[in-house]
């Protein structure tokens, strides 16, 4: 096992009714930009707990961000905050906008173009933010990362920074039985490739990360169809939402060797063809599991034995029944797993690739040996 340091200072209030806690959280006296998306929070009665828990505060509400958050979108919400002079921010959402929320925290203390912050420039301080998850899938309501995307460069921009780790995430999974069926799939795929990506790579002698990851991945095939079937299962709904959030929250990958370029490769698709970010990873993460099976070999068998209990025929064999298992998991959950179930084809590749190479995504994987001709081969097997 390699050495490491984990710090996860978000506090988690888990379970029905723990909206109430928001008034304990948020300090005395803060002016409060609320973050969220759609007017689904006004439906499903998100809205009312959060605005009785929030009773004397002084509320900005910005609505409208994207399920890409993007960049233009969070400058005009950074603009809104210093007019109202917010001192905290209450994301009300999923992953998107907490993403949002991260960087407008980051922004709204950064001295220079915001834009800087997504290119390279650290965050040396940050405006404290909660959130209230309405959708379990990208963990991002305890981590210090941020996806936001930028139209006019056609590019997902990442960023990290301790400072952005929320101070507290309040998880009621009542707050996702009004989500449609293709959020819950998305977030059950989203979840998993977290995990395969922290767990699928070679052995580190870290038994121990290897068995959670193991129980993250079986419990998400156990109870993400049942999300799917029953949209009022508490329990399936409660078991979800706790496996996202265990999936990304840094504890698995303590230690170990990581593999993002299903993620990085999924990130160009989803900015050039506007695919769900969970349709990119159902697509590409097959792929890129038969084009490296031979340095993945060995935890391929692991996966194959330990969670889909694969024993017989030999390895090879092996290890093409668990990428099809993959595959046949994301297909059960009503999520396309190749491009051409999405009307693209062969003709997206080269635009795909320009895209890497002038991002510079050229040295990918845990061997850092995905370069454009071994992407190419990926996007090629996804077709």
Not at 6 to 11: A, E, L, R
Not at 175 to 204: C, K, M, W
């Amino acid at each position: 096992m390699r050495n490491f340091t984990f710090h996860n200072p978000t506090k988690i209030h888990f379970g029905e009714g723990q909206i109430a806690k928001l008034s304990k959280e948020i300090p005395a006296g803060s002016r409060v930009l609320v973050t969220h998306g759609g007017g689904s929070i006004f439906q499903n009665g998100v809205w009312a707990q959060v605005e009785s828990a929030l009773a004397g505060f002084a509320i900005s509400r910005f609505a409208g961000i994207e399920a890409n958050p993007q960049f233009d979108t969070l400058l005009r919400a950074v603009e809104q905050a210093r007019g109202e002079r917010c001192d905290f921010i209450l994301a009300i959402g999923g992953g998107s906008v907490i993403d949002g929320s991260k960087f407008i925290a980051a922004a709204l203390r950064h001295p220079g173009d915001p834009l800087e912050l997504l290119t390279g420039t650290r965050v040396t301080a940050a405006v404290p933010l909660g959130c209230v998850l309405t959708l379990a899938a990208t963990g991002s309501e305890s981590n210090p990362h941020g996806v936001v995307t930028h139209a006019v460069r056609q590019q997902k921009l990442p960023f990290s920074s301790p400072l952005l780790y929320p101070r507290f995430a309040i998880l009621d999974p009542r707050t996702t039985f009004s989500l449609p069926s293709r959020q819950i799939a998305n977030g059950v795929i989203d979840a998993f490739v977290h995990t395969l990506e922290q767990y699928l790579t070679y052995p580190a002698d870290a038994p121990l990360q290897d068995r959670y990851a193991e129980g993250l991945l079986q419990t998400l095939i156990e109870e993400g169809p049942k999300a799917l079937a029953a949209p009022d299962d508490y329990a399936a709904r409660a078991n979800l939402m706790w496996c996202a959030t265990q999936a990304l929250n840094g504890l698995i990958g303590c230690g170990v060797p990581q593999d993002w370029a299903t993620h990085m490769i999924g990130h160009e698709l989803t900015a050039l063809y506007h695919l769900d970010h969970a349709q990119t990873l159902a697509v590409v993460l097959p792929a890129l599991l038969a084009e490296c099976r031979e340095r993945k070999r060995a935890k391929l068998l692991q996966y194959a034995e330990r969670v889909w209990q694969l024993h017989d025929g030999d390895e090879n064999s092996r290890i093409d029944e668990a990428i099809a298992a993959t595959r046949a998991f994301f297909s059960r959950l009503g999520v396309p797993t190749t491009l051409s179930e999405h009307g693209l084809d062969a003709e997206v590749i080269p635009q795909v690739l320009a895209q890497l190479e002038r991002h510079h995504m050229t040295a990918l994987g845990e061997h850092r040996d995905i370069d454009l001709q071994a992407s190419e081969r990926i996007l090629l097997r996804a077709l």
